[in-house]
Nanobody, 127 residues
Framework: QVQLVESGGGLVQPGGSLRLSCAVS????????MGWFRQAPGKDREFVAAIRWSGGSTPYADSVKGRFTISRDNAKNTVYLQMASLKPEDTAVYYC????????????????????WGRGTQVTVSS
């Protein structure tokens, strides 16, 4: 059973930075994907970024390209989301997710691809 625990959320001013972490236990194979998603109040959950444990392409949502960076530390079984130049519209609960299989880059952006989810961490961008 894969378990995911997010941390690193908080309150930050516009233009600030945060780094989210997702600690993974019982993780799937090396080709499995890890994704970050977010959900703002009254909105659907949306894709943010994804990465495979084995490396390769890292898709990003257009709204975060150039500002957010996803990375992984295989030795620590941890995935990170470095967020910079934060905007009020980035305010949301951020979720980490893990797939069982080896999805294509397109399917790495789809919530249905992921079998296991963390409980989320709140990110609030406000002055």
């Amino acid at each position: 059973q894969v378990q995911l625990v997010e941390s690193g959320g908080g309150l930050v001013q516009p233009g600030g930075s945060l780094r989210l972490s997702c600690a993974v236990s019982g993780r799937s194979g090396s080709s499995a994907a890890m994704g970050w998603f977010r959900q703002a109040p009254g909105k659907d959950r949306e894709f943010v970024a994804a990465i495979r444990w084995s490396g390769g392409s890292t898709p990003y949502a257009d709204s975060v390209k150039g500002r957010f960076t996803i990375s992984r530390d295989n030795a620590k079984n941890t995935v990170y989301l470095q967020m910079a130049s934060l905007k009020p519209e980035d305010t949301a609960v951020y979720y980490c997710a893990a797939s069982k299989g080896s999805p294509t880059v397109l399917y790495m952006t789809k919530p249905a691809t992921y079998d296991n989810w963390g409980r989320g961490t709140q990110v609030t961008v406000s002055s």
